[in-house]
């Protein structure tokens, strides 16, 4: 790392180099990722009645999920750019630089799935139908076609968030790498 004595603008402008750039971009994909997963979500939950959580969400979650895959595809290729070793040993997943390289890929994947796989299968149905039927989704009395939308609800709820845990715990071990190894 180089050691600046004194700030001037060939200084400042150093600051835009690849690796900054990077950690500006891990940062920001760690920490939203995060807040996203263990606090936004839960504050809206405890704050915010159901129908207008379930809407917060519907919005949040593909801003969130698009953001997480380009961020991290970014990181991906930026990581590459600084490993110009990392594809011709591609095949090699115990060299450092390509298994963060799959960290940094499974990342993409897990939010990708979230974003295309999981996320449309979760549509709105079960606040059409509540509507239509005049009660409530946890009513004991509800149809059995609510409670098949239920069942599949909690399903889909589950795999989306192991999928983004996943990807939480990738960023995590990645952020702890880069920190004890660097770039």
Same mark, same amino acid.
């Given at each position: 790392? $180089?050691?600046?004595?004194?700030?001037? =603008? $060939?200084?400042?402008? /150093?600051?835009?180099? =690849?690796? /900054?750039?990077?950690?500006? %971009?891990? /940062? +920001?994909?760690? %920490?939203?990722?995060? +807040?996203?997963? *263990? *606090?936004? /979500?839960?504050? $809206?939950? &405890?704050?915010? =009645? &159901?129908?207008? *959580?379930? $809407?917060?969400?519907?919005k949040v979650f593909p801003v969130y999920f698009t953001s997480s895959i380009m961020l991290s595809s970014a990181l991906l290729g930026l990581w590459a750019y600084a490993h110009p070793e990392l594809l011709a040993n591609i095949t090699s997943p115990t060299r450092a630089d390509v298994a963060q390289a799959y960290v940094l890929g499974s990342v993409i994947a897990l939010q990708a799935c979230n974003q295309l796989v999981v996320g449309p299968m979760t549509s709105r149905q079960r606040q059409k139908l509540e509507k239509e039927e005049g009660k409530n989704y946890s009513d004991l009395e509800v149809s059995d076609q609510m409670k098949a939308l239920n069942a599949k609800f909690r399903m889909l709820h589950g795999i989306s968030s192991l999928a983004n845990l996943g990807a939480v715990i990738a960023l995590t071990f990645h952020g702890l790498w880069i920190g004890s190894y660097g770039l």
């Open positions: 790392m $180089a050691y600046v004595d004194t700030l001037s =603008p $060939a200084s400042l402008l /150093g600051t835009l180099s =690849p690796k /900054g750039v990077y950690f500006l %971009g891990y /940062g +920001w994909l760690y %920490g939203m990722s995060v +807040w996203v997963s *263990f *606090f936004g /979500g839960i504050i $809206a939950l &405890r704050t915010l =009645p &159901r129908h207008q *959580f379930g $809407a917060l969400q519907h």
